[in-house]
Every structure is written in structure tokens, then in C-alpha cells.
């Protein structure tokens, strides 16, 4: 018998590769669904057409502030979703939608979470006198209701401790879908990865480390510079990410000498050149709840150095010394760039690492991922019927 068609609302603000990895998921989602259901995406910037899927426009009458505008694309998609819809997926802060994919972490958990006493007080002024968080608060308190068979969907499962110790009451809503790749490309050939390079305007020769994010403070930047500085003189460092980020780490780059050694690629719709460009992938992110990018460059058979499982969700899956290294500190330049020498000095090191990352890829394929995604939809289209 054939599966039900359902007609889909998909929600979010930015449906573009080049605004992050929330973006990329929903996208890649779209993609490997939009064959099985009728999906409808409802979004303000759309940078994407692919057969099948039907563009509607939010308008984007208030930019900035930004909490303003998440209040008016909330009502304005609620309005446009509320009849003739079988699942309405938000990947935004909205009160409505049967599907919710959280991808960052809650307002919530930064404000109040493991504070007692005066500063939890201190922190309920703050909110009383800010409109931006009583919109935020309001919102999520919304959207984590768990009413009407409605299901959060989560990309790791350090996130779902998260949204326990923030919201105990949506445990039984709460089921993870991890990020995804569309298929294992394997290790660049050496012909390959010099091409890439020179298409890139990176130098052909030397040790390229590479560093994938919009935010470069939280994606650790920083830090990679420092460690930068202790490495040999041919390693260099490739970013690819927000150009207007760029100034917030100039005077890192002139304070340490290494003007001739960072390379900005700026925001790619797809960064698989620089993943053929690069020796290794370099992630000592602060906070990711999953963290797609190192994900994608394991499919490209690339050693990474990630942040542990306290600051990384791809991490708890991991095997330190298998199929990644593992940082505990990802402020500890120091550790850093001991572990990304240990990378580029060690043959054994980097076949490991290379061999484990192609294995472990080929467990997280963006096919599979979406059939738990498609069990989703027709599990609350169900509970709705």
C-alpha cells in the first residue's frame, strides 16, 4: 500500500545554504522529503529552488530588531499555516507547529539554569525590563508546549539533557534526528586537493587547517590563532564563514604575525572545495549543539580536532583517538595546537583518524536521517487526524 502524500509547512526565516547549519538541516531535509510529500516552505531570504518544493515569501518588514521581526514572522506564518496543512515544521522560536526542531539552546536555560538565589532575582529584573526576552520567553514557553500530540525534535542528545533540566515537561515529545550527510565523498586526491586550492586562492603548498562557522568567537577562531602562532610557518589557516565576522578578529591576527597565514573564504553555498582544500579540520567551538561541519568533513576522509561533549553534541558520539581528537578545553590554545601537530607530524595518526571519520560518516547519511523525520510527521499528522 502507498504511503499517505502529506502537505507540509516548513518554517524558517533564512532558507539559504549560506546562513548555517539550522539551515543546511532543514534544507537537506526538504530535499530527501520533497519526493515523498507535498512541502511548502515559508521563509523571508530564500536562496534555493529544488523540484518539487513550493517557495512562499515571508515578508521582512522589521529587520531589525530581531525580536521584533521573530514576533512578526511567528503571527505572519501561523496566519499562512493555520488551515490546509498536515504538519507545519517550525525550525524558528513559533508558538505553533506540530513539529519543532530546536537548534539552539533555550533562552531559558542561558538565563535562568543554575542560578539561585540574588542572581536568579537579578535575572528576573533583567527580563521584566527587556521586552526582547519577554518575547523570547513567551515564545518558547509557546512553542514547548506539549499539547496536541506536538513533537521537539533535537540534533544530539546532550541537547535533549538540556531541554530536560530546561523544561522536564516535554520529555515525552522530545525525539532526536541527527544532522546528515548526502553521501561519504571520501579523501581527496593530492590532484584534487591542489586544484581546490588554487580555485580557493590558497596556497597550493603547506598545511591548511581549516575552520568552518558564521560566529568566529564561538566557533573558537580565537583560540585557533593562538595556536596557529606555535605551529611551523607553512601551516595556515583557511575560514569560511560571515566576511563581516572578519573584524572581529583583525587585531588578533596583526597582534600575533599572522597577517600571511589566515585566509577568509567568506560564506560558500557549499563547502566542499574547502573541504578538498584542506589537511584537517580545526573545531574548538565554545557551544554547538551538533556541530554539521565536522560531520561533513569526515565524509571527506579529513582528521578533526573538536570540542569535547560538554561543548560539541557530535562529540558524545565520537571515539577520542579513533575517529577524532577530542579537546577538553577549546580555550587551551596550547592543547590545541599540541593536538593539530600531533595531526600533521604523525602518518599513523592522520590514517586513523582519516579511516575512522569514512566509517563513521557512513553511519549518518541524510536518508536515513529523514526517514525518522518522515515517522515523525506521520506519527503526529495521526494524532491529529
Known amino acids: 500500500m502507498e504511503s499517505q502524500r502529506l502537505r507540509v509547512a516548513v518554517l524558517n526565516r533564512l532558507f539559504k545554504p549560506t546562513a548555517g547549519g539550522a539551515e543546511r538541516y532543514s534544507i537537506a531535509l526538504v530535499e530527501q522529503l520533497a519526493s515523498q510529500h507535498e512541502i511548502h516552505v515559508f521563509a523571508q531570504e530564500i536562496s534555493h529552488q529544488f523540484p518539487g518544493v513550493t517557495y512562499h515569501r515571508v515578508p521582512l518588514p522589521f529587520r531589525r530588531p530581531r525580536w521584533i521581526n521573530q514576533l512578526w514572522f511567528a503571527t505572519a506564518t501561523w496566519w499562512q499555516t493555520r488551515k490546509s496543512y498536515d504538519v507545519v ?149 583557511a575560514v569560511v564563514g560571515n566576511p563581516a565576522q ?7 591576527i596583526a597582534r600575533l604575525g599572522l597577517k600571511e597565514r589566515v585566509f577568509f573564504l567568506g560564506a560558500m553555498a557549499s563547502v566542499q572545495p574547502a573541504y578538498h582544500a584542506a589537511d584537517c579540520l580545526a573545531h574548538p567551538t565554545l557551544e554547538d549543539t551538533f556541530a554539521m561541519v565536522v560531520l561533513e568533513a569526515m565524509a571527506c576522509g579529513l582528521p578533526v580536532v573538536v570540542s569535547s561533549a560538554q561543548y560539541c553534541g557530535i562529540s558524545e558520539l565520537l571515539t577520542d583517538g579513533e575517529n577524532a581528537l577530542l579537546l577538553n578545553k ?25 579511516g575512522g571519520a569514512l566509517v563513521f560518516a557512513a553511519q549518518h547519511l541524510w536518508s536515513q536521517q529523514a526517514m525518522r523525520l518522515d515517522a515523525i510527521y506521520r506519527g503526529v499528522k495521526e494524532l491529529g487526524a
Request: include cysteine.
Open 89 to 237: 515544521h517550525s525550525h524558528e522560536n513559533t508558538w505553533h507547529g506540530n513539529v519543532q526542531t530546536v537548534h539552539v539552546l533555550p533562552v531559558q536555560y542561558n538565563l535562568f539554569v543554575g542560578r539561585t538565589g540574588l542572581r536568579r532575582a537579578l535575572r528576573w529584573i533583567k527580563v521584566a525590563t527587556s521586552p526582547r526576552l519577554l518575547t523570547y520567553l513567551g515564545l518558547e514557553h509557546l512553542r514547548y508546549s506539549v499539547s496536541d500530540g506536538r513533537c521537539i525534535v533535537l540534533p544530539s542528545t546532550s541537547l535533549k539533557a538540556t531541554m530536560l533540566k530546561t523544561f522536564p515537561r516535554t520529555q515525552a515529545a522530545l525525539r532526536i534526528v541527527t544532522p546528515g550527510i548526502a553521501e561519504v565523498a571520501g579523501l581527496a586526491s593530492d590532484a584534487l586537493k591542489r586544484q581546490a586550492r588554487a580555485a580557493l586562492g590558497l596556497p597550493v603548498e603547506g598545511y591548511c587547517i581549516l575552520l568552518v562557522g558564521n560566529d568566529f568567537r564561538k566557533k573558537g577562531l580565537p583560540a585557533l590563532l593562538a595556536a596557529l602562532k606555535r605551529l611551523p610557518a607553512d601551516c595556515y589557516v
Open 330 to 354: 577549546p580555550l587551551d590554545s596550547d592543547a590545541l595546537a599540541h593536538l593539530l601537530e600531533r595531526v600533521r607530524q604523525d602518518a599513523d595518526v592522520r590514517t586513523k583518524l582519516s
Open 246 to 252: 572578519t573584524s572581529f578578529v583583525e587585531s588578533d
